[in-house]
């Protein structure tokens, strides 16, 4: 099937009338996305930050009559909004999608693959993924950076926390490279679906999920040989106390999702109690990791 899309270059106040006036000339779904590559990086809590310069488009079937549609809109709203009118064909963008997701190596013996390929290396240690709505699929330069610090552990019959576990592939990844116990931790329930979907495609077990404070914090306090919290830089401040009761004494923190700039920041504030140091660097996003002095 055709389509036809309006795309109108806007600003942020301007955003919410030109969506309000798309969907009511008949189209099937908005989008906005960045004009100007501008970063828009931890947003505090109950923001929704928008960028400066937005392009918004509309999607419309393609017997659309788009001289209507554009009436809708006043002369002001369309004023050096560099409107264009474009002929999309469709595609079957789940396989379009597919075709660009390969299989990744992590280290010598580590891989992640799409759960439709086959392994390149079978003797090799393969985490089948299927990337869905949870964040984490190995792609992004943090989980990369993890992922590789990972599979340089000795973590053969370890206890592990993945904190922020998004779709778990290091929670999954951990038991895949020997854990014996894993506990997954996130804020959004479709991770934590998302974490057990991908533990039971691995056929691994001894996986625990649970929201932040749900999950056991006695029995937890203090167990972990390796706490992983691959999230923002804010975050990783704020929760700084919470990652270290994890942690047991002579266990290794492994924290990334900031950018390389923060990591003096991330530093300072752990070093009264473990010396954190930069063990990967990939595209300005940093991996950091220390082990806890032993009692």
Avoid at 226 to 247: K, R, Y
Wanted: glycine share 8%; charged share 20%.
């Amino acid at each position: 099937m055709t389509w036809l899309q309006l795309r109108l270059d806007a600003r942020p106040d301007t955003v919410e009338a030109l969506e309000d006036v798309m969907l009511a000339s008949g189209a099937v779904a908005v989008t906005m996305e960045d004009n100007a590559d501008d970063p828009v990086l931890e947003p505090g809590v109950g923001e929704t930050p928008l960028w400066q310069h937005i392009r918004v488009t509309g999607l419309y079937p393609a017997d659309t009559d788009m001289n209507t549609v554009l009436s809708q809109f006043s002369a002001g709203q369309l004023e050096n909004c560099a409107q264009r009118i474009e002929i999309l064909e469709d595609k079957d963008w789940e396989r379009e999608w597919m075709s660009h997701y390969q299989p990744m190596q992590f280290g010598e013996r580590f891989w992640v693959c799409p759960s439709w390929i086959d392994p390149p290396d079978p003797d090799a240690i393969n985490l089948l993924l299927d990337p869905g709505l949870a964040f984490g699929t190995g792609t992004h330069p943090t989980t990369a950076l993890c992922l590789k610090a990972m599979a340089a552990l000795p973590l053969d019959r370890t206890c592990v926390v993945d904190y922020g576990c998004g779709s778990g592939i290091l929670a999954v990844a951990a038991l895949k490279l020997g854990a014996r116990d894993v506990l997954g931790v996130d804020n959004d329930p479709q991770a934590l679906v998302a974490s057990e979907d991908n533990a039971e495609r691995n056929a691994v077990t001894n996986l625990s999920v649970a929201r932040p404070g749900a999950y056991d914090a006695p029995a937890w306090q203090a167990r972990a040989d390796l706490v992983v919290a691959n999230i923002l830089a804010g975050p990783l401040l704020e929760l700084s106390h919470t990652l270290l009761d994890l942690l047991k004494p002579g266990g290794i923190l492994m924290v990334s999702g900031l950018l390389a700039t923060q990591a003096e920041t991330l530093i300072a504030h752990y070093a009264k109690h473990l010396p954190l140091e930069v063990v990967g660097e990939t595209d300005g996003w940093v991996c950091l990791m220390g082990k806890l002095a032993p009692r």
